[in-house]
């Protein structure tokens, strides 16, 4: 069964400072990965995805994402956060029909 | 709105009553799933299902019954419940088998008393 590792479970920053998020699977073969967000009270949203050629994946708001594959790591990274990007992220993969998360890291933006 | 729609948002139920959760998707897709939430967990897939048929049942407790009258509805039935199912219960929908991802509806915050 595919499993997926988010390294911090909570990280409290200040506006301005930069964002990696840590993400890794123990399925070997062929994945799609994905990242959500889910900000308070609200559904899950899709940050970006990643199925194949460029590792290097842009999404929305700013947070792109790089796919190592020697690593089995997707990781979630923001240059500069802003205070409305407190929310719980989490990191998924796709692989067997079946899409498994990780167990989330909340964010939380100082001003 | 995501074009998925969970109702009700907030359930209080007894250990000892029946209820029902439901979703409705609108995005012409033709999987659904249902997820259960725990603060501090990875999202728990419950049940899986492809054009209403389920394929998926994820060793869930028979206190929990889902059904799929058709591709765009999902129900998933309560009754004795026990304190610790108390979570947000999440459905999503996708296309295919969802290697596109999926959408998922804003939840059903279940509180058993």
């Known amino acids: 069964a595919q499993s997926v590792s988010q390294h911090n479970h909570h990280v409290i920053l200040s506006e301005a400072a930069s964002l990696e998020l840590g993400c890794n699977y123990s399925?070997?073969?062929?994945?799609?990965l994905f990242w959500y967000v889910q900000y308070p009270g609200q559904h899950l949203q899709l940050l970006l995805k990643?199925?194949?050629?460029?590792?290097l994946v842009k999404g929305i708001k700013g947070f792109e994402a790089e796919f190592i594959k020697s690593k089995f790591s997707f990781n979630l990274r923001k240059p500069s956060v802003q205070w409305s990007d407190t929310a719980e992220y989490f990191c998924?993969?796709?692989?067997?029909?079946?899409?498994?998360f990780g167990a989330g890291t909340t964010v939380t933006v100082r001003a | 709105e995501t074009g998925v729609t969970q109702t009700p948002r907030h359930l209080v139920m007894g250990m000892t009553n029946k209820k029902s959760l439901k979703c409705e998707q609108h995005?012409?897709?033709?999987?659904m799933y249902w997820y259960k939430q725990s603060a501090k967990k990875p999202l728990e897939l419950m049940f899986v299902?492809?054009?209403?048929?389920?394929?998926e049942n994820n060793s869930v407790p028979s206190r929990f019954s889902p059904e799929c009258p058709n591709s765009s509805h999902l129900f998933l039935h309560l009754h004795t419940l026990q304190p610790e199912d108390s979570a947000l219960y999440l459905c999503?929908?996708?296309?295919?088998?969802?290697?596109?991802?999926?959408?998922f509806g804003s939840g059903t915050r279940l509180t058993v008393v």
């Open positions: 990643y199925f194949s050629g460029d590792p």
């Open positions: 998924a993969v796709f692989n067997d029909y079946k899409l498994s």
């Open positions: 995005l012409g897709h033709n999987a």
């Open positions: 399925y070997g073969g062929t994945v799609n």
């Open positions: 299902y492809n054009f209403k048929e389920q394929t």
């Open positions: 999503a929908s996708s296309y295919n088998r969802g290697q596109d991802g999926y959408t």
